[in-house]
Each structure stands twice: as structure tokens, then as C-alpha cells.
């Protein structure tokens, strides 16, 4: 029996004259997700996308794993392809769902007819096709407002498509309709979430770490790796940079007094991480910053260092509570790697009582402590390393 | 240049190992249950193997058994002891100082109810033999202690263990994990009444995957890994021959053992030289320990940034614990040194390898990061 994939675009039946291009960006990313899995081809019709392997060999269940994550569908079918004949429609859908009907204990059958030529409109589709399924399945019962499984026929215009109930799809906009943006991304828990809520929105990822070796270790840097390999199952590639943060971080610790450790740091690492954002044709950066939830992430102390940042700053997770951060960290499978418990940079010299209402004229002028500021940033942002994060490569 | 300084955690596998290996590999590759000529020359590997590794012990070939891991081993010693003795007690003494496969395996006894003793170390780190007398009873089944703590370097007196059980009158088999000794000290079990004894060959440059138990003859302990019933049963599966071999070529490559001994307090003795004048260093491991290990604290650099600063250079030690944050080395605390001391502290692990040379690189290197990695200004 051959099977396809009907993919349902919700949010962008909003976009008007767009529609096309935004449809062709998501089957672009799409595309690119199943890279590897074998070749596809791809049709869209009336808010549907419709992708079909050219071949048999094609692993189904691994397609729709992938595309389950690809955002910009809302609504996700596997649906058996049949000739547009009533007797094979009822025939194919007895038999396509049998593994589902067998352990249901109600159903329901939806008919949406297309092909306004088709002999039997959607009433009769769903007479002929139920009295099927009762009289092959007799422990099951009809349901219509609540059913265990619900059977879909489309009639179309060259095929009938029947399927069982439909997979939730990632939701969102498609990778790229919201331009680029530069994630700061640490190895805890928040800026991993902060990079897929932005994601969801469309935006592609590039992202800066800050590494400081030997201060953190190794570990770290592949735990960071780890977690943009998770959030790019969901954004699609996303470029890192790593930057070698030590020399700054010293400077700091040796000509800044301890309680403005932490805001120092944060502002160089905004102004760092604009260098490469801009230079990466970024719009934004991204922050997994949540308000009050450390004494960097007050709100005098955002507004320390938002003034460093040369662009907008995106900050998705600033109104939500840790264990909100966290229910989406489980959702996308990154929770069990960020409590990894390698240090990361911003553990490096924290202070023991950090100033919690820091101004920016102090700030300022505290940073304007340490030597030689221009050349350090410089040196980090050219000496940053590039790896390519591709989660099915 | 590589300076490994970790041997205690594993060590490069010797050129010998190697060779008995690649033979096992690839020559001689039969599966020793088989009938044919090819089965039964793997068969005479193991056969081989075992004499040398009971020559190192000075007991009988057939009193070895090889198994898996050390961890098996351990595994398989404590339950298979506690199950045999179960019906003539209830007792087992064991340290507080076990590696996590003896103490796991406590633990597990005692949550099938057993009454677990663990004997608290003196400030060298070992078991006091008048605590040990004070806790047998003739309810004691089993008593286990670790011939040299993997962390610390500090030796057990566990000659001391058979005349104390006998003298309380207790029914109790001694198990010795030697993991960290066999192969360092003079170690001889059948001598000292020791019943039980666990090895691990990745420990002295054979390679990863395979253990071996001494079981005095006459000992029975209880089976409990089923299977095709290798190694008269104990251990199970298919025989690790490769890792056999290359367990038993590694055995028989070890220097005398005293006059190695020897050598690495000379080692040691260096090494603590280099660092005599240096407030900054304390050293943890007991003076009379292995003098291979050295556990010592670097004040005010945590563990783990002076093994990424070390790391960097290519040189290779570990801190004294799995130094996962906010937990601390349990040996360590045990022994009861401050928390400043415990959070610097790395563990600098010699092998016979181990040059003069090395040791004075490393030397610099740990002052060099003492100059630059100071945490506070």
C-alpha cells in the first residue's frame, strides 16, 4: 500500500500574498531535515502539504519523527493513497487502520471531498466507509463527539487519501520567515529554551558560548554542542561560535572590584557577542535571561548591560518561572544535559555578594578599568572557533 | 609529550599485552568451549594466563577465575560470600573507605538485611585491627576491606583480619578487593588466610574488560549469573580471551615486585621533594601508603581547573573523586580534612613508567598554574 504525509500549515493561511513563499521555506527546511532518509516529492494544495517517497525502502516512521519538529505545521497525517473508487476507499481504510480500529473502543468517519466530481458527497463517503468498519470491526461503536479514533478521507483530485487521527505538528513559523538572530548560549537550562522559543518563531540560530579554559572544561563545550544538537532538531542548522573568554575574564578579576564581576562580564560578553552577531548578518541576540532569577538578571542589572548590546535583545523566558523554563527544557528533550554539572563561564569567579542594583554610569566606568578592553574583545571575537550544529547531518 | 599520571584510573596497555592480544585477536581466536584444536588453544591461553597471575598471588593456577571487570568481581565475591554464610549469620565488616563496587554491594546487603559494620579509618587512612577485633562476633560472615585505598594510596593491614576472625570464632570468609595492590605489593593470600581476592587487569597495562578472583580452594560461594556456565560457573559468557591474554602477558611482564616498589618510593620521595618548600601544597596520602599514589591539595585552585590547566599541557591526573560538583571526595571528608583542602585536591597516580623527568615537568606546571589561576586576586 503506498503512504504519504499530509502536512497542515496553520499559521500561515494568515500570511496572505506570502503564503507561497512561506510554503516553500518550509518545504525547503523541510527537505532538509529528511536529508539522508531518501528522496521526497513534494506538492502543496489548500493549506496542505503533501509529501510522498518516491520509493518504498523510505523509513515512514523516521519522516514523521523528524518533521514532527520542523516548525510551521500544525497537523501532521500519514495517510494511505488509494484510487478515488468508493469500493477501494472502504477497503483501504478497513485495512490501513486495522491495528488502530482493533484496540479502539469508538470512532468516527470524516469525509472531505475536493473533487466536487467525485460520485458520493461527504455524507454517503461516511455512511459507506463507517458500515464498512462496523461490519468488520463489530466491537466497536460510533462516536461522534469523542472517538477513540477518527477516520479521514480526502477525496482529491487525482487520489483518495484515508488516515487515522492526526499528530500535533511543532507549531510556529517556519525556519528563516523571521530573519537571523544570535543566541547566547551557556549550558544551563535557559538559554537552550530561549533559542527554540525564538526559533519557533521563524528565526535562525547562530550562536555564541563563552569558554574559559582551564577554568571550565572541555566537558562543557560538548555539553553546549549537545544541547544546540537538540534545539537544532528544531531550528534547523545553527552555526557556533566558541570564544575563548579566559584573558577577559582575568582582566576582570584583576582590575574590577568582585561585586561587579558579573555585570562587567555580562556587558563584554553583549558587545562580544554583537561583534559576531552583526558580522553574521544577525538581527537580534537571544538571552536566556529570566527576570530576578540571579543578581546579573535584575532589572537594573539588564539594564547595565542591554546598553552594550548593539541590536535587540530577545529575551523569551524573562516572564517565566524556573519550572516553566523547565517544562519546555524536558519538552525538547535538553533537560537531562544541562544539569550536567560541568562549570560553565559564568561560574568562573563568581562573586560572593555580586551587587544586585548596579548603575550604568558605575558600570561604565568600572569596565573602563581594565586595559586594553578594545584589543581583548578583538582578539576574542578572531580567534572565535566555528562548528556547524546539524541535528540529522 | 604525554605525561600520564592517572594510572590508578587506568594505564597504557604494555607492548606485551598488546602482542598477546593481537594474537588472541587474530590467530588464536577459537571460542574456548569449542571441541576443535582452534577452540582448545584459546582454551590454553586462559589456562596459561591463570598460572601466571596465581604465581604473582603464590597460589594455585586453578583457584583464579576470570571474570569481566573488577566490578564483577567484587559483585560476585561479596553476594556469592554473604549467600553461602547466610544461615550461620548475619554480620559483615566491611570499611568506609570501599571503592563504590564493594560499598554499593553493602549497601544492597544491608537492604536485604544484613547488619552492615563499616570500620571507620585512622588519620593514615587504614583500618585499625583493635576496631576490626572490637566489631567480629561469631555472628560475622564476611569481612572485606580494600588492600590499598584508590585515592589515598593508603594499605589495609589486612594481615591482620584471619587471626582476629579466628579469635572470635566467627564463620566468617575474608574477602580482599586488590585491585589497586596486586601486582605493587607483596601480597600473598594464602598465606594471610585471605579467602577472596579481586583484581582488574586494565589496573597494571592489560587492557580494559577483564577481572580475576581468587577463591581459596575449598571456599564455595554462591552463583549468581547464570549462562553457559564459564568459569566453573561464576562468570558466565563467553571468556574474555583477548583480555585474558593480554591479562596474563602483563602479569608476567611486572618487574620484582619489591625492587618496583623500590623504585616508585624514590618516586615519590622525588615528588614530594619538589614541592617541600611550597605552602601551597599539602600533601593527603599517609606516609607508609603505595608510593605509586599521591593525593595532594593545591590551595586555592579548584580540582577540576587545575586538572583543564594540566590537561591542556597534555599532562594527565585526576582529583581524588569524581569531582562532580557539590559532591565532595567521600574519602577525603572521611578522613577528615577541611573542605578547602578536599575541593583542591587531585590524585597524582605513578606506574613504572613513570620518569624522574616527568615528575619535574609536571612539577613546574603545577607551579605555573599555582601562578596563574590564583581565584581571587
Redesign the interface.
Known amino acids: 500500500m503506498k503512504e504519504i504525509i499530509l502536512l497542515k500549515d496553520g499559521e500561515l493561511a494568515l500570511k496572505g500574498l506570502n503564503r507561497s513563499t512561506f510554503e516553500d521555506i518550509l518545504i525547503r527546511n523541510i527537505k532538509e531535515r529528511l536529508k539522508g532518509l531518501g528522496e521526497f516529492r513534494f506538492v502543496k494544495s489548500q493549506s496542505t502539504v503533501t509529501v510522498e517517497p518516491e520509493n518504498d525502502e523510505i523509513d515512514l516512521d523516521e519522516a514523521v519523527r523528524r518533521i514532527k519538529k520542523v516548525f510551521g505545521i500544525v497537523g501532521i497525517s500519514r495517510a494511505a493513497v488509494c484510487e478515488k473508487d468508493i469500493n477501494e476507499i472502504t477497503r483501504v481504510s478497513a485495512d490501513y487502520l486495522a491495528d488502530e480500529l482493533t484496540f479502539a473502543k469508538t470512532f468516527k468517519v470524516k469525509a472531505k471531498r475536493s473533487d466536487k466530481k467525485f460520485p458520493f458527497d461527504s455524507p454517503a463517503i461516511c455512511d459507506e466507509v463507517g458500515g464498512a468498519i462496523l461490519s468488520r470491526f463489530r466491537h466497536l461503536k460510533v462516536d461522534v463527539r469523542d472517538p477513540d479514533v477518527t477516520v479521514t478521507v480526502e477525496v482529491r483530485d487525482r487520489f483518495a487519501y484515508v488516515h487515522g487521527t492526526q499528530l500535533r505538528g511543532a507549531g510556529g513559523m517556519p525556519s528563516g520567515t523571521g530573519g537571523r538572530a544570535c543566541v547566547l548560549i551557556s549550558g544551563g537550562i535557559d538559554s537552550p529554551v530561549a533559542a527554540y522559543m525564538m526559533a519557533k518563531r521563524g528565526v535562525k540560530l547562530t550562536a555564541v558560548h563563552f569558554a574559559s579554559p582551564p577554568y571550565t572544561s572541555e566537558l562543557a563545550e560538548e555539553k553546549v554542542h549537545e544541547l544546540l544538537g537538540k534545539v537544532s532538531e528544531y531550528s534547523g542548522r545553527v552555526n557556533l561560535f566558541t570564544v575563548r573568554f579566559t584573558e577577559i575574564q582575568e582582566a576582570i578579576r584583576d582590575f574590577c572590584p568582585e561585586e561587579m564581576f558579573t555585570v562587567t562580564m555580562r556587558r563584554i560578553m553583549m558587545k562580544t557577542a554583537t561583534r559576531i552577531a552583526e558580522w553574521q548578518g544577525c538581527d537580534a541576540l537571544i538571552t536566556g535571561e529570566s527576570l530576578g532569577q540571579v543578581a546579573s538578571q535584575t532589572i537594573n542589572a539588564l539594564k547595565c548591560t542591554d546598553e552594550c548590546a548593539g541590536l535587540p535583545v530577545f529575551r523569551p523566558v524573562i516572564g517565566m518561572d524556573k519550572n516553566e523554563i523547565v517544562s519546555v527544557s524536558r519538552e525538547i528533550d535538553a533537560f537531562d544535559i544541562s544539569i550536567r554539572p560541568y562549570e560553565d563561564c559564568c561560574t568562573v569567579f563568581t562573586p560572593r555578594h555580586p551587587r544586585t542594583r548596579p548603575t550604568p554610569e558605575y558600570a561604565r566606568e568600572i569596565e573602563a578599568l581594565i586595559p586594553e578592553e578594545d584589543r581583548l574583545i578583538d582578539e576574542a571575537v578572531k580567534t572565535a572557533k566555528l562548528k556547524i550544529i546539524e541535528a540529522f547531518g | 609529550m604525554e605525561i600520564y599520571l592517572d594510572n590508578s584510573a587506568t594505564t597504557r596497555v604494555c607492548d606485551e599485552a598488546v602482542r598477546a592480544v593481537n594474537d588472541a585477536l587474530t590467530v588464536n581466536y577459537g571460542n574456548p568451549g569449542a571441541v576443535h584444536s582452534k577452540g582448545n588453544a584459546a582454551k590454553n591461553i586462559i589456562a596459561g594466563a591463570k598460572k601466571d597471575v596465581a604465581a604473582v598471588l603464590g597460589v594455585m593456577p586453578d583457584e583464579i577465575y576470570f571474570s569481566h571487570s573488577g566490578t564483577l568481581a567484587n559483585n560476585t565475591a561479596l553476594f556469592g560470600a554473604a549467600m553461602a554464610r547466610k544461615k550461620t549469620g548475619n554480620r559483615i565488616i566491611t570499611t568506609s573507605l570501599e571503592h563504590p563496587s564493594v560499598s554499593g554491594c553493602m549497601d544492597a546487603l544491608e537492604r536485604q538485611g544484613f547488619e552492615v559494620i563499616r570500620l571507620m579509618p585512622g588519620n593514615n587512612g587504614s583500618f585499625s585491627p583493635e576496631e576490626l577485633m572490637g566489631a567480629l562476633n561469631s555472628k560475622t560472615v564476611l569481612v572485606s576491606a580494600m588492600l590499598v585505598n584508590n585515592e589515598t594510596g593508603a594499605i589495609n593491614p589486612v594481615e591482620y583480619i584471619k587471626p582476629a576472625v579466628r579469635r572470635a570464632g566467627a564463620p566468617a570468609l575474608i574477602h580482599v578487593d586488590a585491585i589497586q595492590g596486586f601486582g605493587k605489593l607483596p601480597f600473598k593470600p594464602g598465606r594471610i588466610g585471605v579467602d577472596l581476592v579481586t583484581m582488574s587487569g586494565h589496573k597494571l597495562h592489560a587492557p580494559k574488560g577483564v577481572g580475576a578472583l581468587y577463591i581459596r580452594k575449598g571456599v564455595n560461594i554462591k552463583n549468581h549469573i547464570y549462562g553457559g556456565g564459564q568459569e566453573s560457573g561464576l562468570f558466565s559468557g563467553t571468556e574474555n580471551v583477548p583480555g585474558i591474554a593480554g591479562f596474563g602477558a602483563a602479569v608476567r611482564a611486572l618487574p620484582d615486585i619489591k625492587s618496583a616498589l623500590n623504585a616508585a618510593q624514590q618516586k615519590k620521595e622525588l615528588l614530594l621533594k619538589l614541592f617541600e618548600d611550597d605552602p601551597r601544597i599539602t600533601v593527603n596520602s599517609p606516609e607508609n601508603g603505595l608510593p605509586y599514589i599521591v593525593n595532594m591539595s593545591v590551595s586555592g585552585i579548584p580540582s577540576?581547573?587545575?586538572?583543564?590547566?594540566?590537561?591542556?599541557q597534555n599532562i594527565y591526573v585526576s582529583a581524588g573523586s569524581a569531582c562532580?560538583?557539590?559532591h565532595r571526595s567521600e574519602v577525603l571528608t572521611r578522613l577528615g580534612l577541611p573542605g578547602e583542602r578536599i575541593d583542591s585536591a587531585i590524585r597524582v597516580s605513578m606506574s613504572r613508567y613513570t620518569t624522574e623527568e616527568e615528575l619535574k615537568i609536571f612539577a613546574q606546571a603545577v607551579n605555573e598554574a599555582c601562578r596563574?589561576?590564583r581565584?581571587?586576586?
Open positions: 577540576q581547573v587545575l586538572i583543564n590547566f594540566l590537561s591542556e562532580k560538583k557539590g596563574r589561576l581565584s581571587k586576586k
